[in-house]
């Protein structure tokens, strides 16, 4: 499965970037966070990787650990490989100065195991952008409140 959103940010791309990688705050905007804890590396950063734990997920309410593996972070990127259990999303951040601050492209491609794409349908696919979007939504009032 694979998709791209899209949002503008209120805000200097620099300081998207920044609050984007502030792991310390990171529960601030993103619903049922427990915890981010680096297990290699300094967390956000190009390299590292990172346990997240969150108290449930979309689709079930049991806590859920991802681990977060950033591959790349400068100006521009943010690129990171979220693990779940069997699912592997490969999540590529594009960051771009507009006139009302910055414009953030997200592009999601989801490797799943045999089977599991197809169970999901048109309407779980559909939700797993939806989702993305409102993360994305989410985090977007969040930066700029907190610019």
């Not at 951040?93 to 999601?108: E, P």
């Amino acid at each position: 499965m694979q998709y791209t959103c899209e949002i503008e940010i209120a805000v200097p791309r620099a300081r998207v970037i920044e609050l984007m990688t502030d792991g310390d705050r990171a529960s601030e905007w993103m619903g049922g966070l427990v915890s981010y804890e680096a297990i290699v590396g300094e967390r956000g950063q190009a390299g590292s990787t990172s346990e997240l734990v969150f108290a449930g997920m979309p689709g079930t309410d049991a806590p859920q650990t991802m681990i977060e593996k950033v591959e790349r972070r400068d100006d521009e990127h943010h690129d990171v490989v979220y693990l779940l259990g069997p699912v592997r999303n490969e999540n590529r951040n594009t960051f771009s100065d507009v006139d009302a601050g910055t414009l953030w492209v997200a592009d999601h491609v989801f490797m799943m195991p045999p089977g599991m794409e197809q169970g999901l349908g048109a309407p779980g696919a559909a939700a797993f952008k939806a989702n993305t979007q409102r993360s994305m939504g989410s985090f977007k009032g969040w930066c700029e409140a907190n610019a």
